[in-house]
């Protein structure tokens, strides 16, 4: 009976073993700390589009400082510009020189071009890339020593071009590029599409779109301010890196375009408010406007003497209306104005020019205006006095008394005393009045 129960009690317990044996084994993967899933790559993008002007370049360096506080894999610059400021140009390369971060720039897409500035950040790039159609060069700096032929500006010029040639060659050894094509570039302007720049070393390669690119440059070796690294961006994920608030405000000042409207806007309010004191809000307007539009144009480094023109056409357009000067002023002042704004930038590359379309239009519509304003002015000095004392010259009325030569007339309503000119007058004759001594009304008969 003893034994019974001991078996009994035995098998329980095997029972009982087999049973957490199970359940351990069934909980065991979860108990288990599985390795970690190796972590997807980020590469950072930023659309590089247009002016290099200082709204890119604090785009630019922000995507920069943003893709190495993530430890991103990589910066992915999308370029297409025409050029830009030399300052803002140094500043994006000097960033790129020092990133942590590898940086790819991107020529793209089809028709896209790095030129002048765009050739400097190009090469500054740990990799450059570009885009079938697409060109790269023209690099001879513009904007300095433009406007005269004079020995200091050829001068100057000169010292900034040996400047440029210096950097870009500084620039080309740290990637290990063509630095004889880049002095072509600078000093000569020339050009290449991108089947010759991968030729002459200028680019690594050439992609058709963004994921070729990624699974091409996956695995190179590049050398960064910290050291070496190797790419890892077959399977990256993008993420794109917008221009804030701030930025593209900046870039907007940028527009050489935008910068003269504002200045004309800033001129009319204020002459505006000068004229209706107590508006208020057109001096308010016309002052910001003001103050916006000079400061695109300190970004641009304008001509000092376009801006005294134009300043001396809002002179003339005011004298015009305060000076009988039947328009000469006004018209002086428009020839002034246009002269004015395009010296304004006359010394910058053709795309950080003023429109001559919008100066020719807005030239139309201030000549049209102040015109007008002299024509209005001109009429009222011209016009017949309706009112007051004087406003009776040229009144018809009638003699309510012989007037020899004093006596009693009614014009307009009320009686006056009158002095006949010329003869007798008999009441109820018509007179007309032809001048005033104080109080008195000088007339005459009424011709037929």
Known sequence: MTTTRHFVTSRAAVTRLLAALALLLMIAPVAVAAPEAPAVPTVYRIDVEGVIAPATARYVMRAIRQAEEARAEALLIRLDTPGGLLKSMDDITKAMLNSTVPIIVYVAPEGARAASAGVFVTYAAHIAVMAPATRIGAAHPVGVGQGGEGEQDKTLLE???????????????????????????????????????????????????????????????????EGAQTLQTRRAHVVTVG???????????????????????????????????????????????????????????????????????????????????????????????????????????????????????????????????????MRAQRAVVRSGAEGLIGAVGVARTPLDPDGMVYVRGEMWTARAEGRRIDEGERVQVIGMEGLTVRVRPEAP
Do not use: C
């Open 159 to 225: 010292k900034v071009t040996n400047d440029a040639v210096a950097n870009i060659r500084g620039i080309a050894r740290r990637r290990g590029r063509n630095a004889d094509w880049a002095e072509k570039a600078v000093r000569e302007s020339v050009s290449v599409d991108e089947v010759e720049a991968l030729r002459l070393r200028v680019v690594d390669l050439v992609a058709r779109d963004q994921d070729n690119l990624l699974r091409a440059v996956d695995g190179r070796k590049v050398t960064t301010a």
């Open 243 to 377: 221009m804030d608030v701030t930025e593209q405000f900046l870039r907007l000042l940028s527009d050489p375009n935008v910068g003269f409207i504002l200045l004309n806007i800033g001129i009319i309010g204020i002459l505006a408010e000068l004229y209706n004191p107590g508006l208020i809000l057109p001096g308010v307007v016309g002052a910001i406007a003001l103050v916006l539009g000079l400061a695109s144009f300190a970004i641009l480094e304008v001509n000092a003497a376009g801006l005294m023109l134009i300043a001396l056409a809002v002179i003339m357009f005011i004298a015009d209306l305060k000076i009988p000067g039947h328009g000469v002023l006004t018209v002086g002042g428009v020839l002034s104005f246009v002269f004015g704004a395009i010296l304004l930038t006359s010394r910058q590359a053709p795309f950080l020019r003023i429109s001559l379309q919008l100066i020719l239009g807005v030239a139309a519509g201030l000549a049209a205006f102040f015109l007008f304003a002299v024509g209005a002015g």
